[in-house]
């Protein structure tokens, strides 16, 4: 497999290679869309009789890479790479661990590979295998929001093989210019919220300024044009593929209701696309979005799975309406529109007010004047583009909205103050949203908003500084995410204690961590369907791997199962005692009796399905119910005693030569006959039996039995006694062979006697 990469990017493998070669070590840093996958693939074209592996964030990056990688070579791939998302390889076992036995480790998206979650099992794998090459790539290797933490210095020791930037790229020419518009949207909602702040205030004068803010911005925002205005002035390629970025399903789901409404005027019929990580059905979207050839407008409405690692050569341009603090997220939006070797001019729709945010469009213009100088200092021969267009339809009235909240707020120097002394006083920010200060500041309120404004769910301005601030008193920005990596962790350790994770709702660990109903709820938002943004399917796929029970209800019917099975193997039968224990400790007894009334009344249980009927049926499972087989067996003896001797005038401590108790058997049937509760298929069983009594009816036993055949004369009037009084009469039978009271006696032979 040959490739032929653009300059940059021969260059760029060139100096990693010598780099591997002396420090075993490389990392390159190119920004999103200059094609720095094919570097990598190169190295393992170049070496097809080492074993690479390869490790992303995901599964769906590298497929991704995979694809664009044979599309360029025609279907060539490399056969000597073994992938790994970095979450497996966290959660591989050593054993596992040691069959990979890599010469190179590729560690794409290397700026994730952070040392609290990730990065464990880079460091496992790194110090398992020391010789092994590492070649990484990012395109930023500064974590900004993780206290600037530079991980090229971290995983490679500073060896920086090639580097560039966004700026750097633009102005050579490499990635295309492109032109920026500045919009808003939605802002009726935000009046309407900052309307009742107004008269919440208790301020008058801060209740009159912050008015006058609102009402001139409501004049300004109903004078400017509206999205569908701003749309279909500047979107120019009216078949064209545009990436629109959502903050969460929920704000897709809101933007999706207006498509017609703002596209209408670019597209009456768009061809419309939404690609999320819970959704089972993203890969075949992104497939059709990028194979979509018609004259409609395509869009493609995602989330953050596109943020990175993937990219589209042919896309007109971005719509971002998810808000971010974080240069390397806005680096990777704005990027999916900018494409090495593209000659058209890329477009990018910011509609939430990024351009004010931490790291903004006018920073990379910024950062362009400054490669503009350093290569004019060289001699100026790479510079292409000096600068681009930025179009901002709405700055009065983002200014306007920039006074507003900041006439209505607590200062955040204020807030900040508040947020230090709670975590001077319990070494953590996890504050409940309800808290109070003792001043009566809503502390919880406040830091929710800041992660809020961070992940970019609601609009907001949250400057670096500030989040540096935060991260230096124990800001958790992802709360869902720590509490995971809690909860996991624990999980991990229960199965390292006990060799399982069947664990109790009840069970709580040694550092009193609820795991028991931590566990239950997981299994609770699986089967629901609900919090998808909280069991994601790479978590799903995390715990598979610990062995993680979804469905206590078929892994305790496999247990029983087996244990069954174990029995039918040594008794040749399912004839189990009710009270019988497994040596698994399993009430096996119990278990086959519901199962079998299961069956009987699917509606009282989870129904049974056809694979466990036809399994129990293999291992000789009776689906009658225990009275029945007990019946059953009854007859089998009564018919071979009556065959013996023509009678069953059986005493009540009769037994069978295999030990059946015979007579305690005869005397229940009748008893159960002579009160009406036999079942009318019993009684129909029946049917070819006479009552009579026997000879010690004078005065001795009731011993009532059944004869075929014979009906003698003395005997047949106390049968028709019997009948007459329908086996309930005040001088009645006690139960069971006991013997009759004296008075019972005399009124029997009485009114035998006066019958016959």
């Given amino acids: ?45 170049d070496h097809p009789d080492k074993t690479v592996c390869w490790l992303s964030p995901s599964a769906y990056i590298f497929r991704t890479q995979m694809e664009n990688l044979t599309a360029v070579t025609g279907g060539e ?35 994730r590979c952070e040392a609290e979650m990730w990065g464990q099992g880079v460091d496992r794998l790194l110090h398992m295998y020391p010789d092994a090459k590492l070649l990484g790539l990012s395109a930023t290797s500064v974590r900004y929001l993780d206290g600037q933490r530079n991980m090229a210095d971290e995983l490679f020791d500073g060896n920086v093989a090639n580097e560039m930037t966004l700026s750097e790229a633009i102005v050579r020419g490499i990635l295309p210019a492109p032109k920026y518009v500045v919009g808003i949207y939605s802002y009726q909602k935000e009046l309407e919220k900052y309307q009742r702040r107004i008269q919440r205030a208790k301020s008058r004068p801060t209740r009159d300024a912050a008015q006058v803010y609102l009402d001139t911005l409501r004049r300004k925002l109903e004078m400017a044009d509206g999205l569908d205005v701003m749309f279909q002035k ?192 319990y070494g953590h920010l996890n504050v409940p949203k309800q808290y109070k200060t003792p001043e009566g500041y809503s502390l919880g309120a406040w830091l929710q908003t800041q992660r809020r404004v961070h992940s970019g769910s609601v609009p907001g301005t949250l400057t670096e500084e500030q989040v540096c601030r935060l991260d230096g008193i124990g800001m958790v920005w992802d709360v869902q995410q720590q509490r995971w990596e ?110 079998r009334y299961n069956r009987k ?32 067996n009854g007859m089998v003896h009564a018919q071979e005693y009556f065959r013996a001797n023509g009678d069953l005038n059986v005493t009540r401590s009769c037994c069978s030569p295999d030990g059946f108790r015979l007579g305690e058997w005869v005397a229940n049937q009748r008893e159960r006959y002579r009160r009406g509760s036999c079942q009318s298929s019993t009684k129909r069983k029946w049917s070819q039996w006479e009552w009579y009594g026997n000879d010690q009816i004078r005065g001795i036993q009731n011993t009532l039995c059944w004869n075929p055949t014979t009906k003698r004369t003395a005997t047949y009037p106390f049968h028709r006694l019997m009948k007459k009084m329908e086996y309930g009469w005040d001088g009645g039978f006690l139960s069971s062979g006991k013997y009759i009271m004296e008075k019972e006696k005399e009124s029997i032979l009485r009114r035998a006697k006066s019958i016959s």
């Avoid at 653009?6 to 869309?33: C, D, Q, W």
């Avoid at 040691?98 to 480790?105: A, L, T």
């Avoid at 009927?613 to 225990?626: E, R």
């Fill in 1 to 45: 497999m040959n490739l032929d990469l653009f300059p940059h990017n021969k260059a760029a493998y060139h100096a990693a290679s010598r780099m591997l070669e002396n420090e075993g070590k490389a990392a390159i840093v190119h920004p999103t869309g200059t094609g720095k996958s094919f570097i990598a693939f190169q190295l393992c074209a």
């Fill in 77 to 111: 791939q490399p056969e000597n790479i073994h992938f790994f998302t970095y979450a497996k390889l966290l959660s591989m076992e050593l054993e596992e661990m040691s069959e990979i036995r890599p010469d190179y480790v590729i560690l794409d998206e290397f700026h």
């Fill in 234 to 425: 500047h979107m120019t390629d009216r078949s064209g593929k545009y990436l629109v970025f959502c903050a969460n399903k929920e704000h897709m789901d809101e933007l999706l209701c207006h498509v017609s409404q703002w596209f209408g005027g670019v597209d009456p019929e768009p061809h419309v696309y939404r690609a999320y990580s819970e959704d089972p059905e993203t890969s075949q979207a992104f497939a059709a979005f990028k194979a979509d050839g018609s004259a409609h407008l395509k869009l493609l409405f995602c989330i953050d799975m596109l943020n990175e690692g993937i990219h589209t050569p042919d896309v007109s341009g971005v719509i971002l309406f998810r808000p971010t603090v974080s240069p390397t997220v806005y680096k990777q939006q704005i990027g999916r529109a900018l494409s090495c070797g593209s000659a058209r001019t890329p477009l990018i729709l910011d509609v939430v007010n990024n351009v004010e945010n931490l790291y903004s469009i006018g920073t990379i213009q910024e950062e362009m004047q400054a490669a503009i100088t350093y290569y004019r200092y060289l001699g100026g021969g790479d510079i292409v583009q000096e600068r681009f267009e930025i179009i901002d339809e709405v700055r009065e009235c983002r200014q306007l909205f920039a006074r507003l909240e900041d006439s209505l707020s607590v200062p955040w120097e204020h807030m900040f103050v508040c947020a230090a002394a709670f975590y001077r006083a």
């Fill in 486 to 595: 809690k909860y996991f962790a624990a999980l991990k350790a229960y199965k390292g204690a006990y060799g399982d994770v069947d664990i109790k709702k009840d069970y709580v660990d040694p550092q009193g961590i609820a795991l028991g109903n931590w566990v239950y709820n997981l299994r609770g938002y699986r089967a629901s369907g609900l919090r998808l943004s909280y069991l994601t399917e790479e978590r799903i796929r995390q715990l598979d791997e610990l062995g993680f029970i979804w469905s206590k209800v078929d892994s305790q019917w496999e247990m029983n199962f087996q244990a069954a099975q174990d029995y039918y193997r040594k008794h040749g039968d399912l004839e189990v005692p009710a009270a019988y224990i497994s040596p698994d400790g399993l009430k096996l007894g119990v278990w086959l009796q519901s199962v």
């Fill in 601 to 632: 009344k699917p509606g009282k249980g989870k129904p049974l399905t056809e694979r466990q009927i036809a399994t129990l049926d293999a291992i000789g499972m009776n689906w009658t119910g225990k009275l029945d087989r007990s019946f059953a």
